[in-house]
C-alpha cells in the first residue's frame, strides 16, 4: 500500500457482481485498502473465468447470471443494511440495481450505466432511447431530492469516472499557467463559469493504448486489452458527444434530444464507424468517437444558462484509439455488420510493451490545447497491482477510490462522478495511475483539415470523420 493512504474499514460485506478484466483487478486493491475478512467479500460472476483468482485469495465465488427473473432472490439473502453492491458486470440493469439497494439500504458503485440483454439493440425502440443520454436520464429519475438514502455512486470507473476529476484538475492548472489567480471553485455554477472565463470550447476524453503482445489478431477474433463484450456493446451503440454552445450547425446524421439535459446530441452510426482527430502526448491519432456517460455528463455539468439555449457550454467527446490489435477487431467487426467474432482473447500477461494514455484534452483556450492525464505503462502497472495491465489498472484504481470514498461518505443518495470532491478521488487513486502529467501544444483538431480524406468522403458515408469546432 502506498505510504501516503490509510487502510479504510469494512464493516458489513462487499458483494461483487462480474469478474472479468476489471473485477479480477480491482479485488487485489480492495484486499490491500479494505482488508476485509475473506468472508466479508462475495463474488457473482456469469462466467467461470477468474474463479481460480477468486478462491487463490480466499474469497467465495458463486457462478451465477443475474436477470429480470432472478436478480432480487440472489441478491437478497447477500445483502442488507451498511452492505455494498459493486457492479462490474455487463448486461444487467443498472436501474433494478439502483431501486434494490436503496430498498435495502445497501451503498452502491458501478462503472457504466447497463440495460438488460438487447437494450442497447433492439430495433423496436427507437435510436435516441438506445443511447447512454437515455440510461443517465432514467437513472437520475430515481433521485429523491431531500431523501435520506444510501450512497450510489453511478459510473465511477476511468472514464466515466476518473477524466471528471482530471478536468478540474486540468482547468485549475490552465488557470495558474494563464496567469489568474484562482482557488477551486465551489459548485457546479463555479467550475463552469471558470470554464467559460478560460475560453474553453472543446474537451476530448483523449485515450491511447499501445499495449501489445507477440501473438496478433487472427480472423473472427476480436483483441482487446479490457472488458471484449463491454467494449463491443458500447461501439456498436449510437455515436454521441455533449454539444457545445458554439457550435452552429449539427454533423448531417445529428439529432437532439427532445427531453432530458438537452446537452448531448446522438448519430445515426455506431461510434465504432465514426472517428476524429485528437491528440495525446503520444502525437496526433484519430480516435473512435465511442459513448460514453462522461460526454454527457461533464457538457451538462459545465453548461451555464437554459438547457434548450445555454450562454456556455463545452463541446465534449471520449475520442479513443485502443490497442492496434482492437483497431483491427473494429474493423472485421464492421465488415461483419456488427455481428461479433467467434472468439475473444484478453491481453494480460501476455502484453510484452506499451503504455495507455489516458486524460482530458482541453481545446480553445488561450494556449490553444492542454492535455492532463495518466501515462501508465505495463511494467509500472505490473509492479504496482498484480492481475491488471495498463488499461485496467487506470478504471480499477478509480473504483478502489469510489469505494473507499462511498464508505467514508454512506448517505449522499444517487451521486455522478462531476460531483464528488476532485481533489479526494485524485489523492485516492493516484498511487496507482503513473505519471499524472499535463502537456501544451499548437494542435487543433482544425490543423491541416484541407488536406483529410474526411473532406473528399460522401456525406452519406458512414466511415466519415467528424470534425467538431475547437
Known amino acids: 500500500m502506498h505510504k501516503t493512504q490509510r487502510l ?29 475478512n475473506p468472508d466479508q467479500l462475495l463474488v457473482l460472476s456469469a462466467e467461470a473465468a477468474g474463479q ?3 478462491e487463490a485469495q480466499g474469497i467465495t465465488f458463486r457462478r451465477v447470471a443475474l436477470a429480470p427473473d432472478n436478480y432480487r432472490e440472489t441478491l437478497a439473502p447477500l445483502l442488507g443494511p451498511g452492505d455494498f453492491l459493486l457492479n462490474l458486470s455487463v448486461g444487467v440493469s443498472t436501474l433494478a440495481l439502483l431501486e434494490f439497494c436503496r430498498e435495502r439500504d445497501v451503498l452502491y458503485l458501478d462503472t457504466c450505466i447497463e440495460p438488460w440483454p438487447g437494450g442497447y439493440t433492439d430495433p423496436q425502440r427507437p435510436l435516441s432511447q438506445r443511447t447512454n443520454h437515455a440510461l443517465r436520464e432514467a ?31 486540468a482547468l485549475l492548472n490552465l488557470a495558474k499557467d494563464c496567469g489568474e489567480s484562482v482557488q477551486a471553485p465551489i459548485g457546479r455554477e463555479a467550475w463552469a463559469a471558470l470554464a467559460e472565463h478560460l475560453g474553453v470550447r472543446c474537451i476530448h476524453i483523449a485515450e491511447r493504448d499501445s499495449q501489445q503482445s507477440l ?9 482487446n486489452t479490457w472488458s471484449i463484450a463491454g467494449f463491443i456493446a458500447e461501439a456498436c451503440q449510437p455515436a454521441e458527444l455533449g454539444w ?48 460514453h456517460g462522461e460526454s454527457i455528463s461533464m457538457a451538462d455539468y ?31 467487426l464492421a465488415a461483419r455488420n456488427w455481428q461479433p467474432q467467434r472468439r475473444a482473447r484478453l491481453l494480460l500477461d501476455d502484453i510484452t510493451s506499451g503504455h495507455d494514455d489516458l486524460g482530458v484534452l482541453l481545446l480553445g483556450h488561450g494556449r490553444q490545447a492542454y492535455w492532463f492525464g495518466s501515462r501508465l505503462s505495463i511494467e ?7 492481475h491488471n495491465n495498463a488499461t485496467s489498472l487506470q478504471v480499477t484504481a478509480s473504483v478502489l477510490a469510489g469505494v473507499v470514498w462511498t464508505l467514508r461518505n454512506p448517505r449522499r443518495g444517487i451521486l455522478e462522478p462531476d460531483e464528488l470532491p476532485y ?39 458512414p466511415w466519415q470523420f467528424v470534425n467538431v469546432r475547437a
Open 8 to 36: 479504510q474499514r469494512l464493516d458489513g460485506r462487499l458483494v461483487m457482481v462480474g469478474f472479468g478484466c476489471i473485477g479480477q483487478g480491482v479485488l487485489p486493491l480492495l484486499l490491500r485498502h479494505l482488508n476485509p
Open 52 to 54: 481460480s483468482v477468486a
Open 139 to 169: 437513472a437520475l429519475a430515481l433521485r429523491r431530492p431531500g431523501e435520506d438514502a444510501p450512497t450510489a455512486l453511478l459510473t465511477h470507473g476511468a472514464n466515466p469516472g476518473l477524466v471528471s476529476h482530471l478536468v478540474k484538475q
Open 215 to 223: 501473438r496478433r489478431k487472427q480472423d473472427d477474433e476480436f483483441v
Open 244 to 291: 457545445g454552445s458554439h457550435e452552429r450547425n449539427l454533423p448531417p446524421d445529428g439529432h437532439r434530444h427532445e427531453r432530458g439535459c438537452q446537452a448531448a446530441i446522438y448519430l445515426r452510426r455506431p461510434g465504432a464507424a465514426t472517428q476524429v482527430r485528437t491528440w495525446t502526448p503520444s502525437g496526433p491519432t484519430l480516435g473512435y468517437l465511442i459513448t
Open 302 to 332: 459545465f453548461t451555464l444558462g437554459p438547457a434548450e439555449s445555454p450562454r456556455y457550454r463545452p463541446t465534449v467527446l471520449y475520442a479513443y484509439q485502443p490497442c492496434d490489435d482492437a483497431v483491427l477487431s473494429l474493423r472485421e
Open 380 to 386: 509500472q502497472a505490473r509492479a504496482l497491482c498484480p
Open 423 to 461: 481533489a479526494d478521488l485524485l489523492e485516492l487513486a493516484r498511487p496507482y495511475l503513473g505519471e499524472l502529467m499535463g502537456f501544451y501544444t499548437d494542435w487543433t483538431p482544425l490543423q491541416g483539415r484541407e488536406r483529410l480524406v474526411a473532406e473528399t468522403l460522401d456525406r452519406d458515408d
